[in-house]
């Protein structure tokens, strides 16, 4: 059984957006039974030199949306970096999952070769699509999204492993 560049990018990271949308909805409602700001929430961080949860979201965002976009040969739709809500990140997270949708198995399929350029501050980095799907898209967008999780569990939101994971 063979697994397409599609099947191993769209459902994997559509599944991944999912759950956070549904993490920052179980960290909204929390924030408001207990009646606090949701802002507290929205910056927190685990360690002082890490970015915190509201940059996180965007970071996963931003990586799954161009990562594909990149794939697909075309230009990702920017987004600005201005939430300062759950509401808002939420929407961010559905109109990433928007984009997601909107790339066909034709655009991402048989770029498993293709040579893909990605500069990341002064350094240059060299793929084929495959690795760049597999090394650098997929580990990025689940590590800012597991960090997303940890941020608010460390915080008190109750969420176990099954959010993080989503249901089969």
């Known amino acids: 059984m063979s697994l397409s560049m599609y099947e191993a990018a769209v459902p994997p990271l559509a599944r991944s957006l999912n759950n956070l949308s549904a993490i920052l909805a179980k960290a909204a409602a929390h924030a408001e039974a207990r009646g606090f700001d949701a802002a507290v929430l929205l910056q927190a961080r685990l360690y002082p030199d890490m970015f915190p949860l509201v940059r996180q979201v965007q970071i996963a965002t931003d990586i799954a949306r161009r990562g594909l976009a990149r794939l697909?040969?075309?230009?990702?739709?920017?987004?600005?970096?201005?939430?300062a809500s759950f509401d808002e990140l939420i929407s961010r997270v559905e109109a990433t999952l928007a984009s997601l949708e909107g790339f066909l198995p034709e655009q991402i399929d048989g770029t498993e070769t293709k040579a893909?350029?990605?500069?990341?501050?002064?350094?240059?980095?060299?793929?084929?699509?495959?690795?760049?799907?597999?090394?650098?898209?997929?580990?990025?967008?689940?590590?800012?999204?597991t960090t997303a999780y940890a941020i608010l569990r460390h915080n008190g939101v109750e969420l176990g492993k099954r959010d993080f994971l989503g249901e089969p």
């Open 72 to 83: 697909a040969g075309v230009e990702s739709a920017a987004m600005e970096d201005n939430e």
């Open 116 to 145: 893909i350029e990605l500069t990341i501050r002064s350094e240059t980095l060299h793929f084929s699509g495959q690795s760049f799907l597999l090394l650098f898209v997929l580990p990025n967008v689940y590590f800012h999204v």
